[in-house]
């Protein structure tokens, strides 16, 4: 059952033009539109990856969709998309909605820490984590999060949003690079040593039943991709197939200049020092 917006609060930044509307069931949704300016399937993407990231136990937000009447959009003046040279009302139906971050108490939420308050967020191993996710859905964005606390708490949460550009935004493919879908800073990383620093999230993705994956795509309203279950269904089936390449695809990021391990050990060197082209294996090169 989709939630009924039932009324308008902000627009929010990025790409995507979002509204920050608020539901029927008492809490706040970024909405992203079917006319968006980056592609419908962002829709899709958004939907499909963060179910899948929920399903592997990362602090993602709940995903809905959203039910916006067109009287509503009629009497909102800010329900409007900027297309440049035009403005456009957003279409209404059915929009994705994503769980706004810290509902509505402000000063809560957070998209940027100094060092000190970063390294001590409680959940900062699962960048990891998000990272296997972003690299089996081929995320061709930087990774997004937010940073959350409680009242009189002094440790934020990662929450990690926005998942539009997975699957190569409207595309629906995978363009696999070392540097895509990670986080801009080096910092979330520096604590891994080895691929048990990706667990629980690693295994939990490459042996996720097939079933849940089918079953979230199956969720997703076809609208928000043409309506040809043909497409969804082969980017299921890639999708599944790409399971055993998410190693191979975090071995490639790690082995970039950007050196993101520098407490990955292997033999004497660390894992990303120059002259060690034998630290990873024969898995690099293959790129889809």
């Given at each position: ?148 606390r ?39 990383y ?18 996720l039943?097939a ?18 279950l ?7 089936e ?16 790690g ?34």
């Amino acid at each position: 059952m989709a939630v009924l917006a039932v009324q308008h609060i902000r627009r929010m930044r990025g790409g995507a033009q979002g509204q920050l509307m608020l539901g029927a069931d008492g809490h706040a949704y970024v909405v992203k539109f079917q006319n968006n300016p980056q592609h419908r399937r962002v829709l899709a993407n958004e939907f499909l990856a963060t179910r899948l990231a929920r399903a592997a136990g990362l602090t993602a937000p709940e995903v809905e969709l959203v039910d916006v009447s067109k009287w509503l959009i009629d009497n909102t003046a800010e329900l409007e998309i900027d297309l440049g040279r035009a403005r456009v009302k957003c279409e209404p139906g059915l929009q994705f909605g994503s769980r706004f971050v810290g509902g509505l108490m402000p000063g809560q939420v957070v998209d940027y820490l100094p060092e000190e308050q970063l390294l001590e967020v409680k959940n900062l191993a699962e960048f990891a984590g998000i990272l296997a996710l972003d690299k089996w859905t081929g995320n061709a964005n930087g990774r997004q999060a937010v940073f959350a606390r409680r009242r009189r708490e002094r440790r934020y949460q990662a929450v990690f949003i926005d998942f539009g550009y997975c699957f190569h935004a409207g595309e629906w493919r995978f363009e696999d690079a070392p540097l895509r879908g990670v986080y801009y800073r080096n910092d979330v990383y520096r604590e891994v040593t080895g691929w048990e620093s990706f667990e629980p999230w690693l295994t939990r993705l490459e042996t996720l039943p097939a079933d849940t994956v089918w079953a979230a795509a199956g969720e997703v309203p076809p609208e928000w991709y043409g309506g040809d279950l043909g497409d969804m269904e082969a980017l299921v089936e890639k999708l599944l197939a790409r399971r055993s390449r998410i190693r191979e695809l975090i071995e490639m990021f790690g082995n970039s200049d950007r050196g993101p391990f520098p407490k990955w050990v292997r033999g004497e060197k660390k894992v990303g020092e120059e002259g060690n082209g034998e630290r990873w294996g024969s898995t690099i090169g293959r790129v889809m």
